[in-house]
């Protein structure tokens, strides 16, 4: 009832930046926090950085002062500016979301992944 479409991977150079988008559709009635992780190959998944509804945030300390989330609730859209970008961010970035369906269901949601390969 509720789906998530990230956009904004691709393969950037060590120092380079990416935005990352993540745009809920569906049946909403109402976004909760939304997230951003990331799962480098062979390794656990990760979180990122969250933001709440009400706007407060939370970043790996990995990612302080290199990476900003953000959200636009009209659009129920979070996103990823992500700066300064290391190799060791190379990972599938994975948008999250808590929602309220229309018909009142409540639902943890993922998106799909999308590819950030940052070169030597």
């Known amino acids: 009832q509720v789906q998530l479409v990230e956009s904004g991977g691709g393969l950037v150079q060590a120092g380079g930046s990416l935005r990352l988008s993540c745009a809920a559709s569906g049946s909403i009635f109402h976004i909760n926090a939304m997230a951003w992780y990331r799962q480098a190959s062979g390794k656990q998944r990760e979180l990122v950085a969250t933001?709440?509804?009400?706007?407060?945030?939370n970043y790996a300390d990995s990612v302080k002062g290199r990476f900003t989330i953000s959200r636009d609730n009209a659009k129920n859209t979070v996103y990823l500016q992500m700066n300064s970008l290391k190799p060791e961010d190379t990972a599938v970035y994975y948008c999250?979301?808590?929602?309220?369906?229309?018909?009142?269901?409540?639902?943890?949601?993922w998106g799909q992944g999308t590819l950030v390969t940052v070169s030597s």
């Open positions: 933001v709440g509804r009400g706007g407060s945030i």
């Open positions: 999250n979301t808590d929602a309220i369906t229309a018909s009142y269901r409540y639902l943890e949601v």
